[in-house]
């Protein structure tokens, strides 16, 4: 069995832990605007140009600027892994989960400084920036104990005369294209997993959330992971991210962000180039317009709540929160009524308060786009809630949470990815229309049901195909190892990040048979080891 | 107290316990009374744990259900018989196959009625005059009581208004009711002189749609927004007021508030309120010593409630699922010990405070009671507390002892009483209660009334920590 433990979130019920969050967020803002440079091989790097990453909720403040790099530091950084790969690859599966669990003991002790980046780099507000500190803990653990348990469990099919074992092996290089909306969770899955399996890594982080990247490979390096092992890269998308997809010393390209720029990742890492001499292995995790079903009879307090929860937490600005909710017409009515006058008490300004539900998203551009969506959604949908101006804040990048009803299920505001606070409220006459409309996207990520049926409840648990279905709960907020985690259609290539399966992606198998007679002569036999993997 | 005392409180506990299971015994209903088949029923559902879960899970979504043909249609999935073993007259009104049609229809007619009536055993009236209605039936047969109006957490700022509507309603209608009552020496006499006749609980969750501990300050001065006006016509009309404990999240916050509120200059000498202290939480003693500390700064008493508490299977399930401290003892024993120990502070402090004990647990009852007899305390100085609908013999047991018996009434929507009624039915049907068992059992009396420090009987087990088949 494995032994992984979840780590435990911060309760911010407790006074004595909203102080230290608040202190630490103030110990954060002392030492901000520090420049921070690439690493490869072992070494900072510097282009002599640099980027600022802003707090989006109050965009005058730096919190930090990092060095701008571009293809070359992308070329290097590949070579640095590929070297840095022979020696890394040949420690044992202990030995490299070691270096994760001394990550993992790190966060731990800096949880509330790691927090308090997180605040102050994406606008999360405390509770969600603790609990995703919690999730790369977990990430690190759960990788240590899942290789260490593959390395001592192999597959065996030792037959008389003959040893066959299945091992596995890394891929090699993997460039790691992290997204900001979990940009310290997300990026420790990935490295985890890669540097774990005994691959080499370059990071491409969001080009919004490059400090917490920083931080979070300065405790791989003060964990001693070898140089070289982790090379960290900052740039545009186009320019690093889309190089390092295509380059030919590449061996692992995983990538998490938006669905256009996920297929664009995918098709350049599919072409072979020449001097090439492998298929690259591809991790793509884009998109989604997840959907939560109301029945006819459920507690509509307890269905709002968890609509809620799902749709605005982080300003909706997660791959699994909820973007349209397809309610009953027994219900209908009475829901949208809650929904509205619930809507009315979410807390909005900034993310320090850990009570703020919608702080700002995660710049100008986002909040414009948004906006964009909402302008166009307004001519096709009627609005069921819309904050009053009065109480957004005036600088920052705020946008208005809108829920609109009576959507058309084909139309954009249903269809799109918006990733921000905006709720379509779709009507269907009986069950069967509803899942006919929440399975209607191309996208198939999370996807939720209230009901008290026992019936429904189990044809959905059968028709509806999403990657992560939540029944009588909200839809975000997975815990690693309790609910792996990855959609399929365009929403990913159905990886689940949180099980076996995600580890396997960074690993080549190889099959070995050994004829164990020589000449007549046997080998003594050794206690079968019983496997799964 | 010391061991003497100590002894002689045990001692007397269980001659007052036996007293109390006699008297209990002859007062429990007869087959030609509904509560009797009521139990028989509740006995029948909870031998099969499968069963129960199935039926509490059905009457849990019941007033969400819309007509008579969708309740049947839930029947009939919740009581599917490749799930669970179906008890013939439950198999038979499951058989139809169409829930549209007569059959299915009066079947769903008939669950509705039968779970409304069981409801109503629990839930004292629709509406605040059935609710004073019954209380006053309660003063006639001596007992006082104290109303509550049902409904849990609100989620929008209307809802919260509805609520203290409602409360701002029955305060008016019971302060005015009130002043046409008789004084009852047995259950309106306190330490001091006469106790206020009307009495009201207050949950706070209701009177605020974000009620989060993350947010005390805002939280404060919502609640109060709504809560300060209620305690002002209250004090004036002279209604009691208690603020009733809820989950181990708001724990802190509801303490918080009480104290701060109850702390201002305006309300510091009104000796008419009550908090409660839970006995399954780790730091129950805790939390009465803080009070017991606090009341002395304030320089006015408050009343206390001691509980056990009904949140357990939430709690423990919750920590267990996240990892985090269980806040409630995981050993029936030990809350009960924890609850007698309270009881001594208590009793030794009612000079300071109102002591209230509410619990249907005899053991706890008699040693509240022999806790007092051994201090010298009259009953005028301490009173003994119930829900409705929960141990109806016993109560009649100790109104008969001469002791002040109050009676917790909730009332208002079934709907809004659905999770009461889920808390009560398990507390009814959990093999730890006292009141699955019985009061006729005379060879049982002496476990029963054993001290939980020696019984320590195996409780129910911890939820699991996983269920894991593969890695």
């Given at each position: 069995?494995?032994?992984?433990?979840?780590?435990?979130?911060?309760?911010?019920?407790?006074?004595?832990?909203?102080?230290?969050?608040?202190?630490?967020?103030?110990?954060?803002?002392?030492?901000?605007?520090?420049?921070?440079?690439?690493?490869?091989?072992?070494?900072?790097?510097?282009?002599?140009?640099?980027?600022?990453?802003?707090?989006?909720?109050?965009?005058?403040?730096?919190?930090?600027?990092?060095?701008?790099?571009?293809?070359?530091?992308?070329?290097?950084?590949?070579?640095?892994?590929?070297?840095?790969?022979?020696?890394?690859?040949?420690?044992?599966?202990?030995?490299?989960?070691?270096?994760?669990?001394?990550?993992?003991?790190?966060?731990?002790?800096?949880?509330?400084?790691?927090?308090?980046?997180?605040?102050?780099?994406?606008?999360?507000?405390?509770?969600?920036?603790?609990?995703?500190?919690?999730?790369?803990?977990?990430?690190?653990?759960?990788?240590?104990?899942?290789?260490?348990?593959?390395?001592?469990?192999?597959?065996?099919?030792?037959?008389?005369?003959?040893?066959?074992?299945?091992?596995?092996?890394?891929?090699?290089?993997?460039?790691?294209?992290?997204?900001?909306?979990?940009?310290?969770?997300?990026?420790?899955?990935?490295?985890?997993?890669?540097?774990?399996?005994?691959?080499?890594?370059?990071?491409?982080?969001?080009?919004?959330?490059?400090?917490?990247?920083?931080?979070?490979?300065?405790?791989?390096?003060?964990?001693?992971?070898?140089?070289?092992?982790?090379?960290?890269?900052?740039?545009?998308?186009?320019?690093?991210?889309?190089?390092?997809?295509?380059?030919?010393?590449?061996?692992?390209v995983a990538f998490c962000g938006s669905k256009d720029h996920g297929l664009d990742?995918?098709?350049?890492?599919?072409?072979?180039?020449?001097?090439?001499?492998?298929?690259?292995?591809?991790?793509?995790?884009?998109?989604?317009?997840?959907?939560?079903?109301?029945?006819?009879?459920?507690?509509?307090?307890?269905?709002?709540?968890?609509?809620?929860?799902?749709?605005?937490g982080f300003s909706g600005q997660k791959c699994t929160a909820c973007s349209r909710?397809?309610?009953?017409?027994?219900?209908?009515?009475?829901?949208?009524?809650?929904?509205?006058?619930?809507?009315?008490?979410?807390?909005?300004?900034?993310?320090?308060?850990?009570?703020?539900?919608?702080?700002?998203?995660?710049?100008?551009?986002?909040?414009?786009?948004?906006?964009?969506?909402?302008?166009?959604?307004?001519?096709?949908?009627?609005?069921?809630?819309?904050?009053?101006?009065?109480?957004?804040?005036?600088?920052?990048?705020?946008?208005?949470?809108?829920?609109?009803?009576?959507?058309?299920?084909?139309?954009?505001?249903?269809?799109?990815?918006?990733?921000?606070?905006?709720?379509?409220?779709?009507?269907?006459?009986?069950?069967?229309?509803?899942?006919?409309?929440?399975?209607?996207?191309?996208?198939?990520?999370?996807?939720?049901?209230?009901?008290?049926?026992?019936?429904?409840?189990?044809?959905?648990?059968?028709?509806?195909?999403?990657?992560?279905?939540?029944?009588?709960?909200?839809?975000?907020?997975?815990?690693?190892?309790?609910?792996?985690?990855?959609?399929?259609?365009?929403?990913?290539?159905?990886?689940?990040?949180?099980?076996?399966?995600?580890?396997?992606?960074?690993?080549?198998?190889?099959?070995?048979?050994?004829?164990?007679?020589?000449?007549?002569?046997?080998?003594?036999?050794?206690?079968?080891?019983?496997?799964?993997? | 107290?010391?061991?003497?005392?100590?002894?002689?409180?045990?001692?007397?506990?269980?001659?007052?316990?036996?007293?109390?299971?006699?008297?209990?015994?002859?007062?429990?209903?007869?087959?030609?009374?509904?509560?009797?088949?009521?139990?028989?029923?509740?006995?029948?559902?909870?031998?099969?744990?499968?069963?129960?879960?199935?039926?509490?899970?059905?009457?849990?979504?019941?007033?969400?259900?819309?007509?008579?043909?969708?309740?049947?249609?839930?029947?009939?999935?919740?009581?599917?018989?490749?799930?669970?073993?179906?008890?013939?007259?439950?198999?038979?009104?499951?058989?139809?196959?169409?829930?549209?049609?007569?059959?299915?229809?009066?079947?769903?007619?008939?669950?509705?009625?039968?779970?409304?009536?069981?409801?109503?055993?629990?839930?004292?009236?629709?509406?605040?005059?059935?609710?004073?209605?019954?209380?006053?039936?309660?003063?006639?047969?001596?007992?006082?009581?104290?109303?509550?109006?049902?409904?849990?957490?609100?989620?929008?700022?209307?809802?919260?208004?509805?609520?203290?509507?409602?409360?701002?309603?029955?305060?008016?209608?019971?302060?005015?009711?009130?002043?046409?009552?008789?004084?009852?020496?047995?259950?309106?006499?306190?330490?001091?002189?006469?106790?206020?006749?009307?009495?009201?609980?207050?949950?706070?969750?209701?009177?605020?749609?974000?009620?989060?501990?993350?947010?005390?300050?805002?939280?404060?001065?919502?609640?109060?927004?709504?809560?300060?006006?209620?305690?002002?016509?209250?004090?004036?009309?002279?209604?009691?007021?208690?603020?009733?404990?809820?989950?181990?999240?708001?724990?802190?916050?509801?303490?918080?508030?009480?104290?701060?509120?109850?702390?201002?200059?305006?309300?510091?000498?009104?000796?008419?309120?009550?908090?409660?202290?839970?006995?399954?939480?780790?730091?129950?003693?805790?939390?009465?010593?803080?009070?017991?500390?606090?009341?002395?700064?304030?320089?006015?008493?408050?009343?206390?409630?001691?509980?056990?508490?009904?949140?357990?299977?939430?709690?423990?399930?919750?920590?267990?699922?996240?990892?985090?401290?269980?806040?409630?003892?995981?050993?029936?024993?030990?809350?009960?010990?924890?609850?007698?120990?309270?009881?001594?502070?208590?009793?030794?402090?009612?000079?300071?405070?109102?002591?209230?004990?509410?619990?249907?647990?005899?053991?706890?009852?008699?040693?509240?009671?022999?806790?007092?007899?051994?201090?010298?305390?009259?009953?005028?100085?301490?009173?003994?507390?119930?829900?409705?609908?929960?141990?109806?013999?016993?109560?009649?047991?100790?109104?008969?002892?001469?002791?002040?018996?109050?009676?917790?009434?909730?009332?208002?929507?079934?709907?809004?009483?659905?999770?009461?009624?889920?808390?009560?039915?398990?507390?009814?049907?959990?093999?730890?209660?006292?009141?699955?068992?019985?009061?006729?059992?005379?060879?049982?009396?002496?476990?029963?009334?054993?001290?939980?420090?020696?019984?320590?009987?195996?409780?129910?087990?911890?939820?699991?920590?996983?269920?894991?088949?593969?890695?």
């Amino acid at each position: 069995m494995l032994s992984f433990q979840n780590a435990v979130n911060t309760g911010f019920g407790s006074a004595a832990n909203r102080e230290r969050m608040a202190a630490a967020i103030k110990e954060c803002r002392a030492q901000m605007g520090r420049s921070h440079m690439m690493l490869i091989d072992g070494e900072p790097e510097e282009s002599g140009e640099w980027v600022d990453s802003r707090n989006p909720a109050h965009p005058h403040e730096v919190v930090g600027r990092v060095a701008r790099g571009d293809a070359l530091y992308a070329d290097k950084a590949v070579a640095a892994a590929a070297r840095a790969l022979a020696s890394w690859s040949s420690r044992s599966a202990g030995e490299r989960a070691e270096v994760l669990r001394r990550v993992a003991a790190l966060l731990e002790e800096q949880r509330f400084a790691f927090a308090a980046l997180l605040v102050l780099e994406v606008g999360k507000n405390p509770v969600q920036a603790d609990a995703e500190v919690t999730e790369a803990i977990d990430y690190c653990n759960y990788h240590a104990a899942l290789a260490e348990h593959m390395e001592n469990n192999r597959r065996r099919r030792n037959v008389p005369g003959e040893d066959n074992v299945l091992v596995y092996d890394p891929c090699g290089v993997c460039a790691l294209i992290s997204p900001w909306d979990f940009p310290l969770a997300l990026l420790a899955g990935m490295l985890s997993a890669a540097v774990v399996s005994g691959n080499c890594a370059v990071i491409k982080p969001a080009s919004n959330a490059p400090v917490v990247a920083t931080r979070l490979v300065d405790l791989f390096v003060a964990a001693d992971l070898p140089a070289g092992v982790a090379n960290l890269v900052f740039g545009e998308g186009q320019a690093v991210g889309m190089h390092l997809a295509e380059h030919p010393g590449v061996h692992l390209v995983a990538f998490c962000g938006s669905k256009d720029h996920g297929l664009d990742v995918r098709q350049a890492a599919a072409r072979v180039r020449p001097g090439q001499r492998h298929m690259k292995r591809i991790i793509i995790d884009a998109g989604a317009k997840n959907a939560i079903i109301i029945d006819h009879d459920v507690d509509v307090d307890e269905a709002v709540q968890g609509v809620m929860d799902s749709a605005f937490g982080f300003s909706g600005q997660k791959c699994t929160a909820c973007s349209r909710v397809i309610v009953l017409g027994g219900v209908y009515d009475r829901f949208c009524s809650r929904l509205a006058q619930s809507a009315e008490t979410m807390k909005i300004g900034d993310p320090c308060d850990p009570a703020v539900i919608i702080g700002p998203v995660i710049d100008d551009e986002a909040a414009q786009h948004i906006q964009a969506c909402v302008e166009e959604g307004k001519k096709h949908a009627e609005v069921l809630f819309e904050t009053n101006v009065a109480s957004m804040p005036e600088s920052g990048s705020y946008v208005r949470p809108v829920v609109f009803k009576d959507v058309d299920p084909g139309s954009d505001l249903a269809q799109e990815e918006i990733f921000g606070p905006v709720l379509s409220v779709i009507r269907a006459d009986d069950f069967d229309e509803a899942l006919v409309i929440a399975n209607d996207s191309m996208y198939a990520l999370t996807g939720g049901l209230y009901s008290r049926s026992p019936a429904n409840i189990e044809r959905c648990r059968r028709e509806f195909r999403v990657g992560n279905l939540y029944i009588n709960r909200r839809i975000t907020g997975s815990q690693v190892d309790v609910q792996p985690y990855g959609g399929s259609k365009l929403s990913g290539d159905g990886a689940r990040l949180g099980a076996v399966d995600y580890l396997l992606q960074y690993c080549v198998p190889r099959t070995i048979s050994e004829n164990t007679i020589r000449h007549g002569l046997t080998a003594v036999e050794e206690d079968p080891v019983e496997s799964i993997a | 107290m010391n061991e003497t005392q100590l002894q002689r409180a045990e001692a007397l506990c269980r001659e007052l316990g036996r007293g109390l299971f006699e008297r209990a015994h002859r007062a429990e209903p007869r087959f030609w009374q509904r509560a009797w088949w009521e139990q028989v029923l509740l006995d029948y559902v909870s031998a099969d744990p499968k069963l129960q879960t199935e039926l509490f899970r059905f009457v849990e979504a019941l007033p969400h259900m819309q007509g008579s043909a969708d309740i049947a249609s839930h029947l009939k999935q919740y009581l599917d018989p490749r799930k669970v073993n179906l008890p013939l007259p439950l198999r038979f009104a499951t058989l139809f196959d169409n829930p549209h049609s007569l059959f299915g229809r009066t079947v769903g007619g008939c669950t509705r009625w039968g779970s409304f009536m069981m409801a109503t055993s629990f839930i004292t009236g629709t509406n605040t005059q059935e609710a004073i209605g019954n209380a006053v039936r309660l003063r006639s047969r001596k007992m006082a009581f104290t109303l509550d109006v049902l409904g849990e957490a609100t989620i929008s700022e209307s809802q919260a208004d509805h609520a203290a509507d409602v409360y701002m309603e029955l305060i008016e209608s019971l302060g005015r009711a009130a002043r046409d009552w008789k004084y009852i020496e047995q259950i309106d006499a306190g330490r001091d002189g006469p106790m206020p006749m009307a009495n009201i609980s207050i949950k706070l969750s209701a009177l605020d749609p974000v009620f989060n501990p993350v947010d005390p300050e805002r939280v404060y001065a919502s609640v109060t927004s709504r809560l300060c006006p209620l305690l002002d016509r209250a004090r004036e009309l002279g209604v009691f007021v208690n603020i009733d404990m809820e989950a181990y999240r708001y724990r802190d916050m509801t303490l918080d508030l009480f104290k701060r509120l109850m702390f201002e200059p305006k309300y510091r000498d009104w000796p008419d309120v009550g908090i409660v202290v839970q006995a399954y939480l780790t730091d129950g003693e805790q939390d009465l010593l803080g009070l017991l500390e606090w009341v002395e700064r304030r320089g006015t008493e408050v009343a206390v409630r001691l509980v056990k508490g009904a949140y357990w299977d939430t709690e423990t399930t919750y920590a267990v699922r996240f990892n985090t401290r269980i806040p409630v003892w995981t050993q029936k024993w030990q809350s009960d010990a924890c609850y007698e120990k309270v009881v001594r502070i208590m009793l030794e402090n009612a000079n300071k405070i109102r002591p209230a004990f509410a619990s249907h647990n005899v053991r706890s009852l008699s040693y509240v009671m022999a806790v007092a007899d051994v201090l010298g305390l009259p009953a005028s100085h301490y009173e003994l507390q119930m829900l409705s609908g929960m141990g109806d013999p016993l109560k009649r047991a100790i109104a008969a002892s001469g002791r002040c018996l109050r009676i917790y009434c909730p009332y208002g929507d079934l709907l809004q009483g659905m999770a009461y009624l889920i808390r009560r039915l398990l507390e009814n049907t959990s093999n730890d209660s006292f009141l699955k068992q019985g009061f006729g059992d005379r060879a049982a009396y002496d476990r029963l009334l054993d001290n939980p420090e020696n019984a320590k009987p195996a409780s129910a087990p911890l939820p699991r920590r996983y269920y894991k088949d593969t890695f």
